[in-house]
């Protein structure tokens, strides 16, 4: 019998200022790989977020041993004394609403690094159905997870900003999509030694600054964003915390 015929790899590494095959990289695993021409389209899913499964007093997430820090009174906590690689499903579920609750949630000197993809890509389905980018680079048979990787080549300046006085460019991730992002998980493999800053704000705080009449002017309206024909709402509210969220006017082409 004839042996199976093989599809085709049509998966493109990025190219970079720094030839990988002749070097040894400890992330070399964690390179982009891009599928070239178009993408099918995503498909619309229930989300099921699960900090509503969560124990509202974190009594499982914050023992006696971990301490919850305030980074900022709007946005922003910092735990100390737990690995995110060692949670179990009840201090996941209430990660996810503690971080829905203050907005950014921190953790510092991780192992998550060095657990490898599969894991990476289990702890989070934990959240909810990984997204998929539809424009961005993927680890290599892991396309639920989204490399950032910046050189001179690969792009240190991306074109949306090449005329900009700076490279700040504040956006909500995916905003665009059929499915708004759920939980968002970033972490740095390798960061220069100054520079490159990722910083956040609470939406919600500077929506609660403006008078009640703009509030009520904003209420109803809807905008286009680029990467979609779809017209999302200017305001929405989270379904966990109840909280007045704002949607990205980076990436809007007109408000309506």
């Known amino acids: 019998m004839a042996p199976a015929a093989v599809e085709e790899d049509k998966r493109r590494r990025t190219e970079t200022s720094i030839d990988y095959d002749k070097i040894q990289y400890k992330y070399a695993r964690y390179l982009p790989y891009h599928m070239p ?12 977020d699960p900090g509503h499964r969560a124990d509202k007093s974190y009594a499982n997430l ?4 971990v301490k919850a820090l305030e980074i900022t009174p709007n946005i922003g906590t910092e735990i100390v004394g737990i690995q995110l690689s060692e949670l179990n499903s009840a201090q996941k579920d209430e990660l996810a609403l503690l971080a829905a609750e ?69 956006h909500s991730d995916m905003s665009y ?22 910083l956040y704000l609470s939406t919600t705080a500077a929506y609660e600054h403006l008078s009640e009449d703009f509030r009520e002017r904003l209420a109803g309206l ?25 949607l990205c006017i980076r990436l809007c082409g007109r408000i309506l």
């Open 177 to 198: 999509e059929i499915n708004g992002m759920g939980t968002t998980i970033f972490y740095p493999l390798e960061v220069p030694p100054s520079g490159g800053d990722t």
């Open 62 to 65: 914050l023992s006696n041993s």
């Open 102 to 170: 203050r907005g950014v949630v921190l953790f510092r000197d991780q192992d998550f690094a060095d657990i490898g993809p599969e894991r990476q890509r289990a702890f989070g389905r934990h959240f909810g159905p990984l997204h998929v980018h539809q424009m961005g680079g993927h680890l290599r048979d892991f396309p639920g997870i989204l490399p950032v990787y910046r050189d001179i080549v690969s792009g240190a300046v991306d074109n949306e900003i090449s005329n900009n006085v700076s490279s700040i460019k504040w």
């Open 222 to 246: 809807q905008a286009t964003h680029s990467g979609s024909r779809r017209r999302p709402c200017m305001t929405t509210a989270s379904a966990i915390s109840g909280t007045r969220l704002r």
């Open 37 to 48: 021409g178009l993408q099918p389209p995503l498909e619309e899913f229930q989300h099921d």
